[in-house]
């Protein structure tokens, strides 16, 4: 296994301890969380089950027989778990390089606790090298793409990425984001976008970085 791999997973690992018996667990997207799925399997017994930010997580989470709600019936979540594509040191991030902001962004909210589970390669001092998507209303790309080009990014589309939302996915370009906060509030104000993948008003409240088997 490489060094992001082993980092992903000692992450993971490290966030299961986390977890509190009895409890819905909120479970992210992507290649960190899978790591984190196949440790909850291990403790399935110990927990009600999950609520999924994505319709792969929820395939994986079932087929590991971790039950999955309907957001809507779940009261309380203790924890959400979930990875990033970049984290900075205000514990901002980018996410949505899988194209699960959305749902993600929404469990973040819900959640009493959202831990950040990522590689050494993910930290960075600003954000932005990493593209930010940005899901959209299908008929309102062109709108968004010349708004976006207007707050200084250069918004190209994910061509035949259709979200699970039925959305489709901006990837913004060339953005120093030295402003998080405003930039998703300023993002968040054009019609037709439906979710910006910056975690900064709700940002992560834990971020565990693994790296060399270690945290
Ligand atoms: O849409 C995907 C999510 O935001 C992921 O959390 C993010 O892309 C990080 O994924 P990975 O753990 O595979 O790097």
Redesign the pocket.
């Known amino acids: 296994m490489n060094d992001a791999e082993n980092g ?1 997973r000692a992450a993971a690992e490290r966030a299961l301890a986390l977890v509190e018996p009895g409890s819905v667990v909120g479970v ?6 899978r790591w984190f799925i196949e440790g909850l399997a291990r403790m399935r017994h110990d927990i009600e089950g999950a609520v999924s930010s994505s319709e792969a997580s929820t395939a994986l989470l079932r087929e590991r027989g971790i039950a999955v709600y309907d957001l809507n019936g779940v009261g309380e979540i203790p924890l959400y778990v ?4 970049e984290c900075d040191g205000s514990r901002c991030l980018i ?7 959305t749902r ?1 962004k929404i469990i973040a909210a819900v959640a009493r606790e959202f831990v950040c589970i990522i590689d050494p390669a993910k930290r960075v001092d600003v954000l932005g090298r990493f593209p930010l998507p940005v899901e959209v209303i299908p008929m309102a790309r062109s709108h968004v793409a010349r708004e976006l080009l207007d707050l200084g990014g250069q918004p190209v589309w994910r061509e035949g990425v259709v979200t699970d939302n039925g959305n489709w996915i901006l990837d913004v370009h060339h953005l120093q984001i030295t402003d998080p906060e405003a930039l998703e509030t300023a993002i968040n104000q054009i019609v037709g976008v439906v979710t910006v993948g910056l975690f900064a008003r709700r940002r992560a409240d834990r971020v565990l970085i693994g790296a060399d088997g270690e945290i």
């Open positions: 992903k992210g997207t992507g290649s960190t969380v979930d990875g990033a594509d996410k949505g390089g899988g194209a699960a902001l993600e």
